[in-house]
């Protein structure tokens, strides 16, 4: 959950943008990264922030799962 070593060209997703392309609530986001399912930066202020490839990966790899 740190900043250090991250890509600053990277896109940062919030949890609203993130639970909104899973369709699931942003409480839903956070346990995630909470689980380490997925991993988030924390902003100055204290909010959590997500990569978008590793969100998309993991979008992926649900997809793919869903469909086996």
């Not at 993130?18 to 956070?30: E, G, I, N, Q």
């Not at 399912?37 to 902003?43: F, H, I, K, Q």
Request: without cysteine; positive net charge; aromatic residues 6%.
């Amino acid at each position: 959950m740190t900043a250090i070593g991250f890509d600053n060209t990277e896109r940062l997703l919030t949890p609203g943008q993130v639970a909104s392309l899973f369709s699931v609530d942003p409480k839903t986001v956070s346990r995630w990264a909470l689980a380490g399912r997925l991993g988030s930066l924390r902003t100055p202020g204290g909010h959590r922030r997500f990569r978008e490839s590793e969100v998309r990966e993991l979008h992926a790899r649900l997809t793919s799962e869903a469909h086996h």
